[in-house]
């Protein structure tokens, strides 16, 4: 059969003849793909990644493709037996089937028309089995024609990889949301744990390790309202733009249908931009995308620094936290164990911090009407999408949840920390206080002992200013340090209140 100077027929190795522009070639009579996507394989063995990799993105790909059937004969431009059974064989891929046949590297020349095409074609093969026609039969059902009727790849292929990153970043913000979940509910655990606060790795102020971990749940969550805030400037498409923002080759009825149908369909709050022109030039909202992922692998990576180095040791190191051990650490030491788990989470954001470099640059790169390298910058956000919401759910499930505080080693650093000085100060003076303390690291003499043994400050003093629970702002009734008197309650509820001079 021919079309359009295409052509098909199977032969008797168990392959089918396809015929494009360039010539004719032997497709694997079983599969769903085509001639486009023969040559896509053979052209791009870059990344070893095919698209199927990213189910979001197949997902994505097949939606906007069911949008566009449905929008297409709804306008009158497609009948309704082909229309439906693109939309079935979209609504399979969409259930699952068939993703072993989304074969294309995802790095690829091109601005994505062999991920496009490859979409048509098992699309198109499908369609035509289930109207009871073989496969490659493009006469009766064409992947260009009919599948991809109203459309460019420079206008489905944009609208896909969005779709596919805001599916990323709900994934992503709940086990962000979740992780927050699991840091607070370790806050509250610790919430009664004092310990030595440090600033520049040096010994500070008091503070508990409930307000720590409270800390670390409240900058994530930070990260789950900025992800939420990109959604709506991805939800900015431009379908029916079709191949420069001008919308050739599509009805003027098309692009409003269209809309409504993807938005419907994939459950996205989809608005076409204003300028169509613009919008697919433009990759301005990638590079936001981008950003906003980097800063909160960042932000998580650092929070795994602090976890490392709070459960270092466990005897010649920090050894405050002791974290769940989950391998063996080392093939030659026996009974190390390492903190694996933190380090992972290192590592993914290494990579997300590459990856924004490369958006970065592939959206500079880009020229004139159409920015070519959006395969490069969809691989980048979609794994760092991928791997961060893993990142999170690996660090919550493995590591979070099973923190323990190593609590006696915690109250023998608040005894003997001088970083409680910094209270006195407006008591006695910077100098005495400096005074104090220099003695105290040179004596390994308490603080409050020397400011009674000076005369500065009587016992009940003492206890009062430098009650590390005060200090940390919470209210314990008993515990390691000296028990709050309802005076110190009294005093803590003035402490907005400009302080007298002690007598």
């Not at 932000?299 to 005897?315: E, H, T, V, W």
């Not at 008993?478 to 001079?501: C, F, K, N, S």
Request: hydrophobic share 45%; with cysteine; aromatic share 4%.
């Amino acid at each position: 059969m021919t079309r359009d100077g295409e052509e098909h027929h199977v032969t008797s190795a168990a392959t089918r003849t396809e015929t494009d522009s360039l010539g004719s070639r032997e497709v694997p009579v079983d599969s769903y793909w085509g001639i486009n996507t023969l040559r896509a394989m053979e052209n791009f063995p870059i990344a070893s990644v095919p698209i199927a990799v990213y189910p979001d993105l197949v997902a994505a790909l097949v939606t906007v493709k069911q949008a566009a059937a449905r929008a297409n004969r709804a306008i009158g431009v497609l009948d309704d037996e082909r229309a439906d059974a693109i939309d079935r064989a979209a609504q399979e891929v969409r259930d699952g089937a068939l993703r072993d046949q989304f074969v294309v590297d995802v790095v690829q020349g091109g601005a994505g028309t062999s991920t496009n095409m490859n979409t048509n074609e098992v699309l198109a093969n499908r369609a035509l089995e289930l109207l009871g026609r073989e496969r490659g039969d493009y006469a009766y059902l064409h992947p260009i024609d009919h599948v991809n009727r109203s459309q460019s790849t420079n206008d489905t292929y944009p609208t896909s990889i969005k779709i596919a990153m805001i599916y990323g970043v709900r994934r992503l913000a709940d086990q962000l949301e979740q992780l927050s979940d699991a840091f607070a509910e370790r806050g509250r655990a610790f919430a009664d744990v004092l310990k030595v606060g440090r600033t520049q790795l040096q010994d500070a102020v008091p503070m508990t390790l409930g307000q720590e971990f409270t800390g670390f749940a409240h900058t994530i969550q930070e990260d789950v309202v900025q992800l939420r805030r990109v959604v709506p400037l991805l939800g900015e498409m431009n379908l029916g733009a079709t191949a420069i923002g001008t919308g050739i080759t599509a009805d003027p009825l098309y692009r409003d249908e269209v809309r409504r149908q993807l938005a419907e369909a994939s459950g996205v709050d989809v608005v076409t931009a204003p300028d169509l022109i613009e919008a697919t030039s433009d990759a301005g909202s990638f590079m936001t995308l981008s950003g906003t992922v980097k800063r909160s692998a960042m932000k998580l990576s650092k929070i795994c620094n602090d976890l490392r180095l709070l459960a270092s040791g466990p005897q010649a190191g920090l050894g405050e936290i002791t974290l769940p051990p989950r391998q063996a650490g080392s093939s030659i030491m026996p009974g190390k164990v390492n903190p694996v788990i933190p380090e992972v989470v290192n590592q993914i954001a290494f990579a997300v911090a590459g990856a924004d470099t490369t958006v970065t640059m592939a959206a500079e790169g880009g020229q004139l009407q159409l920015n070519a390298f959006e395969p490069i910058i969809a691989h980048s956000i979609l794994q760092s999408l991928q791997w961060m919401a893993r990142g999170c759910a690996t660090l919550r499930e493995h590591c979070v949840i099973g923190i323990e505080a190593n609590e006696a080693k915690l109250a023998a650093q608040v005894d003997t920390n001088v970083g409680v000085v910094t209270a006195l100060t407006p008591y006695i003076g910077y100098a005495a206080a400096a005074s104090i303390a220099h003695t105290a690291l040179t004596t390994s003499t308490p603080i409050s002992t020397l400011v009674i043994a000076a005369g500065l400050m009587d016992e009940h003093q003492v206890h009062r200013v430098l009650s590390p629970a005060r200090l940390s702002g919470i209210e314990m009734a008993t515990g390691a340090i000296p028990v709050i008197t309802e005076a110190m309650l009294q005093q803590h509820a003035r402490d907005a209140a400009p302080r007298p001079p002690l007598a």
